[in-house]
C-alpha cells in the first residue's frame, strides 16, 4: 500500500461516510471484509503497473517516469529468454530478445535496470518463476553495492513453478528439483531477507488460460498450500514462512463474481491454513494480494473500448480489497504499451482512488445479497475442488496426471463456443462490430537489441576470472547434488560474473529438464 491519507470521508454531495457498514469484520479471521480494519481510508493500495521491454536502460527509463507521474512500486517484465534461464547469446534466444519484457543475463544488466532507484524506499515486484533464485540474488547484489543491505530491501518474486506447468509452460527444471530451489529461497529469505515476500501464487496465469473464477481460486489455493507443505517437510514452521506469502489473481470483467471471488479467496485461505497448522502469528493465515486486470479481455478490435474494460475490472479488484494493483494499457493487444497509453493506464487508478468514492468505505459491497451469495458460493465450490485435488494427492500429483489442464481447456473451449455461438457478446468482436482504418501506435522492441548484448556477454566472458568464474558454477553443481541452500551460491556465482544461462545450465547438469503433460 502507498501513503497516508487524510480525508473527511464525505460524498460528493456532502454525505458522511462511515468506515464500515454492518457488522465490524473487517481485519478480523477470516478476513471475509479485508485484511486492515480500515483498508484504504488509511492507505490506498500500491499502483504498480508492470513494465519491461527492450533494454535494461529503456526499461529503466520507463520505471522513472511511472514513478514520476506517480507510481509507488515497481513491477518487472522480462523477455522469454531470461524468463526460460537462458543468456541473450543462446542461440535458442533467437529473435526473443527484449520483445515481451526485458533482456536480464548478467549482473549488470540488473545494475542499469535499477540505476537511480532508491531500493530502500521502493517496493519491487519480479515477474520471474523458474530462475527467480538468481534474478532475486542479482537485485540483492545490485542493491548492496548501493549501500541498501539485503534486509532493507523489499518486494516480491513471482517464483511459483506450480502454475508454470498447469498454464504457461517457462518451467525448466522437473517439479521435485524446482519445489527444493522455492523452499531455499524461504530459507534464505527468512533468514536474510525478512522484508521480500518470497513467493506470489498466481491464479493470473490459470485464469488468462481459460479457467474460471472458481477454478482460479481453487487451483490457486491448492497450489499454495502444496508449497506451505514442502517448506514443512524441509524443516520450516509456518510461522517462519507463512507472513511472506502472497498472492496473484486476475481481474475480468464480470464485476460482482470478481470482488466476490477475492472476498471468498481471503476467507478459504485463512481457514484451510487455521484448520490445518494452527498458526500462532494471524499473518500467517491472511492472504494478501497483487491485482492485474485481464489481458485476455483486451481486444485488438476498437482498442479504446479497452480503457473502460480495464475501469471495471479494477473497480472490481479495488471493491474486493487487493493490496497492489496493475491497470493494463489500452493497447496491450497490439503491441507493447506506449508512454501514453501507460500514463492512461495509472491514471485510471489515480481516479478510482480519488473520485470514485469506493476508496472511502471498507468493504463497499459487503452486505448485497447478490454479493454474499456469490462469495458464499465461490468459497464453497472452490473448497470441493481443492477437495478433488487432494484425493489425487494434491496439487503436484494432480499437475503429473493432467488434471488442472484438462479443466482449464474445457472452460476455455466452452468459452470460446459460448463467443463465437454469439451466446456471449463482446463488443467490437460479435457485437458492436465497425470497420476501422487508423490503429493507434505500437511500441517496438528495438530489433539490434540482440546483437548488442551478443557483444556485451562476450565482453563479460573475456573480461572476468574464468578460475574463479568456474570454481562457482562447480559449486552450485555440488550443491545442487547435495542438500546445501543455493542461494548463498548463487550469489557468489554472480559476483564472479557468471551468468544467468550459466548459473542455470549449472543447475540443469543435476537437476535436468522436464516436460509437462497437457491434460489430454
Known amino acids: 500500500m502507498s501513503s497516508q491519507r487524510t480525508n473527511d470521508w464525505r460524498t460528493l454531495g456532502g454525505i458522511e461516510v462511515p468506515k464500515i457498514l454492518g457488522s465490524d469484520e473487517s481485519g478480523k479471521p477470516p478476513y471475509t471484509r479485508g485484511i486492515h480494519d480500515?483498508?484504504?481510508?488509511?492507505?490506498?493500495?500500491?499502483?504498480?503497473?508492470?513494465?519491461?521491454?527492450?533494454?535494461?536502460?529503456?526499461?529503466?527509463?520507463?520505471?522513472k517516469l511511472l514513478l514520476e507521474r506517480g507510481q509507488k512500486g515497481l513491477s518487472v517484465a522480462f523477455d522469454l529468454p531470461t524468463q526460460l534461464g537462458l543468456d541473450a547469446d543462446d542461440e535458442m534466444s533467437e529473435g526473443e530478445v527484449g520483445k515481451v519484457g526485458v533482456s536480464i543475463s548478467c549482473l549488470d544488466d540488473m545494475r542499469i535496470l535499477l540505476k537511480g532507484i532508491p531500493l530502500d524506499k521502493v517496493s519491487t515486484s519480479m515477474t520471474i518463476n523458474a530462475p527467480a533464485m538468481v534474478l532475486l540474488a542479482m537485485y540483492v547484489v545490485v542493491a548492496e553495492e548501493n549501500g541498501v543491505s539485503q534486509s532493507q530491501v523489499r518486494g516480491t518474486i513471482q517464483n511459483d513453478i506450480l502454475k508454470e506447468y498447469i498454464a504457461r509452460g517457462t518451467h525448466i527444471f522437473p517439479p521435485g528439483?524446482?519445489?527444493?530451489?522455492?523452499?531455499?529461497?524461504?530459507?534464505?529469505?527468512?533468514?536474510?531477507?525478512?522484508?521480500?515476500?518470497?513467493?506470489?501464487?498466481?491464479?493470473?496465469?490459470?485464469?488468462?488460460?481459460?479457467?474460471?473464477?472458481?477454478?482460479?481460486?481453487?487451483?490457486?489455493?491448492?497450489?499454495?498450500?502444496?508449497?506451505?507443505?514442502?517448506?514443512?517437510?524441509?524443516?520450516?514452521?509456518?510461522?517462519?514462512?507463512?507472513?511472506?506469502?502472497?498472492?496473484?489473481?486476475?481481474?475480468?470483467?464480470?464485476?460482482?463474481?470478481?470482488?466476490?471471488?477475492?472476498?471468498?479467496?481471503r476467507k478459504l485461505w485463512h481457514d484451510l491454513i487455521t484448520e490445518r497448522y494452527d498458526p500462532k502469528n494471524p499473518k500467517s493465515a491472511m492472504?494478501?494480494?497483487?491485482?492485474?486486470?485481464?489481458?485476455?479481455?483486451?481486444?485488438?478490435?476498437?482498442?479504446?473500448?479497452?480503457?473502460?474494460?480495464?475501469?471495471?475490472?479494477?473497480?472490481?479488484?479495488?471493491?474486493?480489497?487487493?493490496?497492489?494493483?496493475?491497470?493494463?494499457?489500452?493497447?496491450?493487444?497490439?503491441?507493447?504499451?506506449?508512454?501514453?497509453?501507460?500514463?492512461?493506464?495509472?491514471?485510471?487508478q489515480q481516479i478510482i482512488a480519488e473520485e470514485s468514492g469506493a476508496a472511502s468505505i471498507v468493504d463497499p459491497l459487503g452486505g448485497s445479497y447478490f454479493v454474499e451469495m456469490l462469495t458464499e458460493e465461490i468459497y464453497n465450490q472452490a473448497r470441493s475442488k481443492i477437495h478433488d485435488i487432494e484425493k489425487i494427492g494434491g496439487a503436484l500429483k494432480a499437475i503429473e496426471a493432467g488434471f488442472q489442464q484438462k479443466e482449464i481447456h474445457e472452460a476455455a473451449w466452452e468459452h470460446l463456443t459460448q463467443v463465437e455461438s454469439g451466446d456471449r457478446?463482446?463488443?467490437?468482436?460479435?457485437?458492436?462490430?465497425?470497420?476501422?482504418?487508423?490503429?493507434?501506435?505500437?511500441?517496438?522492441?528495438?530489433?539490434?537489441?540482440?546483437?548488442?548484448?551478443?557483444?556485451?556477454?562476450?565482453?563479460?566472458?573475456?573480461?572476468?576470472?574464468?578460475?574463479?568464474?568456474?570454481i562457482a558454477l562447480g559449486l552450485i553443481r555440488k550443491g545442487a547434488d547435495g542438500d546445501q541452500?543455493?542461494?548463498?551460491?548463487?550469489?557468489?556465482?554472480?559476483?564472479?560474473d557468471c551468468t544467468l544461462g550459466e548459473i542455470i545450465s549449472a543447475m540443469k547438469d543435476v537437476f535436468g529438464t522436464w516436460m509437462a503433460p497437457s491434460g489430454f
Open 177 to 265: 528439483p524446482s519445489m527444493r530451489l522455492i523452499t531455499d529461497i524461504f530459507e534464505h529469505c527468512a533468514q536474510e531477507i525478512p522484508s521480500w515476500n518470497t513467493i506470489s501464487i498466481s491464479g493470473y496465469h490459470i485464469r488468462e488460460a481459460g479457467s474460471t473464477a472458481v477454478q482460479e481460486v481453487a487451483f490457486t489455493i491448492a497450489n499454495a498450500l502444496a508449497y506451505v507443505e514442502a517448506a514443512i517437510d524441509k524443516g520450516l514452521d509456518i510461522d517462519m514462512f507463512g507472513p511472506r506469502l502472497s498472492f496473484f489473481f486476475n481481474c475480468h470483467n464480470d464485476f460482482f463474481e470478481e470482488a466476490s471471488k477475492f472476498r471468498a479467496a
Open 38 to 63: 480500515t483498508m484504504y481510508r488509511s492507505r490506498l493500495w500500491t499502483m504498480r503497473q508492470y513494465a519491461g521491454f527492450s533494454s535494461a536502460e529503456e526499461t529503466n527509463e520507463r520505471f
Open 287 to 348: 492472504l494478501r494480494f497483487h491485482t492485474q486486470v485481464a489481458g485476455v479481455s483486451l481486444t485488438a478490435q476498437q482498442p479504446l473500448n479497452n480503457i473502460a474494460r480495464v475501469t471495471i475490472q479494477a473497480l472490481a479488484a479495488v471493491c474486493g480489497g487487493t493490496q497492489s494493483l496493475h491497470t493494463n494499457s489500452y493497447d496491450e493487444a497490439l503491441g507493447l504499451p506506449t508512454e501514453e497509453s501507460a500514463t492512461v493506464a495509472l491514471r485510471t
Open 425 to 470: 457478446k463482446i463488443v467490437g468482436v460479435n457485437h458492436g462490430v465497425l470497420e476501422e482504418d487508423d490503429m493507434p501506435p505500437v511500441l517496438k522492441p528495438d530489433p539490434n537489441l540482440g546483437i548488442r548484448q551478443k557483444e556485451k556477454l562476450a565482453r563479460i566472458r573475456e573480461s572476468r576470472n574464468s578460475e574463479d568464474a568456474e
Open 485 to 496: 541452500n543455493l542461494f548463498p551460491l548463487v550469489i557468489e556465482a554472480l559476483r564472479c
